[in-house]
């Protein structure tokens, strides 16, 4: 049976680390409100301006802004997006498989595919694999509406440039603190509305003109779609994190009341020992 002195380091070792977890549990909850805030305020105008853009390139020719033209996938830049830190679960390991998945089944599909990484653990995930990348940027955790337009005025330039044909972006959507779904979106080009066989679509009078408009609007819609998914990104994190640091948590305390139980085995055993001991010794003496 193990050393009591050995059981009680082990004891008071597990209890440290079950503070700790605790501690990153209520901190990441703590964070979790203020980006599930974020995210909750984010979708509507994010939605709102992907169904007026959608609307807007059914109506429109497709060449009539570069960022509107569609044309056949050769190029395509995959940008994916993890955290900075770990400790969060599966949450990173299930967004660099799926970044993984995709790179492997379109590797016939397009004939180049640039890779651009958002966040620490992606970034050094690859350059282990010896990839390069058209950008590396990290995961602020506090994402502004000014960092995802830098990264995406980028994107637009190398779309416009014609260096890229698509824009797809890895990213975990939120639904709730236990649950996260990663999923492969197109950025660029804008995918027209779809309407039914009996619908005609409405024509619109501009004010100011048709490319002015295209010309405003539609940089933003990528910069507040990018905005929206770097958000959905940081309340993932955190609620992956905070489940993760709960059942680290509940594991120690599972690990403490079963090393307790042995070291009050053991410590019955020498009292136990201890005590046969005296009465053989009185017994001789005797």
């Known amino acids: ?89 599966g949450y990173n390991h299930n967004i660099i498989k799926t970044s993984e998945q995709f790179l492997r089944e379109k590797k016939g599909e397009y004939e180049n595919i640039l890779l651009s990484v958002i966040g620490k653990k992606v970034r050094d995930y690859y350059r282990r694999q010896k990839k390069e990348f058209s950008n590396e940027f990290l995961n602020p955790g506090n994402v502004t509406f000014s960092y995802a337009e830098e990264i995406a005025a980028d994107v637009i330039d190398r779309y416009i440039e014609k260096t890229t044909d698509a824009v797809y972006v890895v990213y975990t959507e939120f639904k709730s603190a236990m649950t996260q779904n990663v999923i492969v979106q197109r950025l660029l080009p804008v995918e027209p509305m779809t309407l039914a066989e009996d619908e005609v679509a409405v024509e619109y009078i501009y004010e100011p003109s048709e490319d002015e408009l295209l010309a405003d609007i539609l940089p933003r819609y990528v910069y507040t779609q990018l905005f929206r998914m770097l958000l959905e990104s940081v309340a993932s994190e955190h609620g992956s994190r905070m489940t993760a640091m709960d059942s680290a948590t509940n594991n120690a305390v599972e690990m403490v009341d079963r090393l307790t139980l042995l070291y009050n085995r053991a410590r019955q055993a020498a009292i136990t020992t201890e005590l046969m001991e005296i009465v053989s010794g009185a017994e001789a003496l005797g």
């Open 1 to 89: 049976m193990a050393n009591l002195r050995d059981i009680r380091k082990r004891i008071v070792s597990v209890k440290s680390t079950q503070q700790i977890t605790k501690a990153m549990q209520m901190v990441a909850a703590s964070k979790l409100k203020r980006a599930q805030d974020g995210v909750v305020s984010a979708r509507p105008y994010a939605i709102k301006m992907y169904e007026v853009l959608a609307s807007l390139a059914l109506r429109t020719e497709s060449g009539k802004h570069p960022l509107l033209q569609r044309r056949e996938e050769k190029n395509v830049e995959l940008i994916v997006i993890t955290s900075d830190r770990g400790l969060c679960g």
